[in-house]
Every structure is written in C-alpha cells, then in structure tokens.
C-alpha cells in the first residue's frame, strides 16, 4: 500500500508561482504523476516522472513552465509550476503507478492523493 499526502496549493495571481509536494510513505519505488481536474473538465495529465527522478514527461500545456522532481531520500515528489496562467486553475493530484513504465493516462495510477486547490487569478 501506498497513501500520498499532497501539499503547498493555493491562491497565487497570474505569472506567479507554487511549488506543490507529495509525500509518500509505504513501497515509494514507483512511477509518479501529477493529474489536474479544472473546474467542470475532465481529469488531465500534467506531468510524470520515472522513479529514479531521470526521466520525465510534460503535457504540452505546462511544458517550460512546471518542472516535475523527485527526492527519494525524503519519499517525496514536487511539482514546480512558474508563470502560472488562469487556466492552470484546478485541482491537482499526486499519483504513482506500479507499472514498468510512466503513463500520461490516469487509468494506469494505482494510488492517488487527495488533491489540491490551485487558484490562479487573473
């Protein structure tokens, strides 16, 4: 088992930044990923990274502004989002996969946190 507790959302203006954590405790070994579920869409992938934190996948939308690291000392992933956007408003999702590989889509993350509010006003 694996139990994700997420941290670090909020409200922050436009072209701000956060930096969101997700703590793991259990088998930390995976595959991560961070989802977002904007106001009324569906569930989306944001970004993944490899459990050795070498490798890493963006959605197009946040590509060259969030950067996704992982610190296996400390069992925890993070999240850097720079130069936030209003449509960047959601809720966002830790999540890690016991599959070999990364995946952007949710259906193959096994365990999943509670999610976070980001807010970014215009």
């Known amino acids: 088992q694996v139990q994700l507790v997420e941290s670090g959302g909020g409200l922050v203006q436009a072209g701000g930044s956060l930096r969101l954590s997700c703590a793991a405790s259990?088998?930390?070994?995976?595959?991560m990923g961070w989802f977002r579920q904007p106001p009324g869409k569906e569930r989306e992938f944001v970004a993944a990274?490899?459990?050795?934190?070498?490798?890493?996948t963006y959605a197009d939308s946040v590509k060259g502004r969030f950067t996704f690291s992982r610190d296996n000392s400390k069992n925890t992933v993070y999240l850097q989002m720079n130069s936030l956007k209003p449509e960047d408003t959601a809720v966002y999702y830790c999540?890690?996969?016991?599959?070999?590989?990364?995946?952007?889509?949710?259906?193959?993350?096994?365990?999943w946190g509670h999610g976070l509010l980001v807010t970014v006003s215009s």
């Open positions: 999540a890690a996969t016991t599959r070999a590989t990364m995946s952007q889509s949710f259906g193959q993350y096994d365990y």
């Open positions: 259990g088998r930390t070994r995976y595959h």
């Open positions: 990274v490899s459990w050795s934190g070498v490798s890493t």
